[in-house]
C-alpha cells in the first residue's frame, strides 16, 4: 500500500524560510522519482521540483523557485524534503508531494505521477 504523508507547512512572513517533509511507505523508495507540485486557490496544481535516483540525485525547478528552493531525499529514512528559502506571497498554495513508480526522469508533468499526498499549506504574507 502506497502512502504519502506531508508535513511541515505552516504561515511564514516574505522572505521567511519553511522546510516540507515526505514520508513515504509502500515502495522502494531509493529506486523512484518523487516531486513537489502546489496548487493555489483558483489555479491549476504546478510542479515545483522533482528528484530521480542516481548522479547523487538528479533533480528538475521550476523557474519560478530556481535558486530560493531545494529538494533533496534521505533514503534511509524514506523521506524528501523541500527547503523553501526566501519566501514570496506567490508561493503562498497547498503543497503536494508526488511519486512516479514507472519512468526515470525528474518531470514537473503532473500527469507523470501515480501517488499522491494529502497536502501541506503553506502560506505566505
Known amino acids: 500500500h502506497v502512502q504519502l504523508v506531508e508535513s511541515g507547512g505552516g504561515s511564514v512572513q516574505s522572505g521567511g524560510s519553511l522546510r516540507l517533509s515526505c514520508a513515504a511507505s509502500?515502495?522502494?523508495?531509493?529506486?523512484?522519482?518523487m516531486a513537489w507540485f502546489r496548487q493555489a486557490p483558483g489555479k491549476e496544481r504546478e510542479g515545483v521540483a522533482a528528484?530521480?535516483?542516481?548522479?547523487?540525485?538528479?533533480?528538475n525547478y521550476a523557474d519560478s523557485v530556481k535558486g530560493r528552493f531545494t529538494i533533496s531525499r534521505d533514503g534511509a529514512k524514506n523521506i524528501i524534503t523541500l527547503q523553501m528559502d526566501n519566501l514570496k506571497d506567490e508561493d503562498t498554495a497547498t503543497y503536494y508531494c508526488?511519486?512516479?513508480?514507472?519512468?526515470?526522469?525528474?518531470?514537473?508533468?503532473?500527469?507523470?505521477?501515480?501517488?499522491w499526498g494529502q497536502g501541506t499549506q503553506v502560506t505566505v504574507s
Open positions: 508526488a511519486a512516479d513508480l514507472v519512468t526515470d526522469e525528474p518531470s514537473l508533468l503532473e500527469t507523470q505521477y501515480n501517488y
Open positions: 509502500g515502495f522502494t523508495y531509493s529506486d523512484i522519482c
Open positions: 528528484i530521480c535516483p542516481g548522479g547523487g540525485g538528479r533533480t
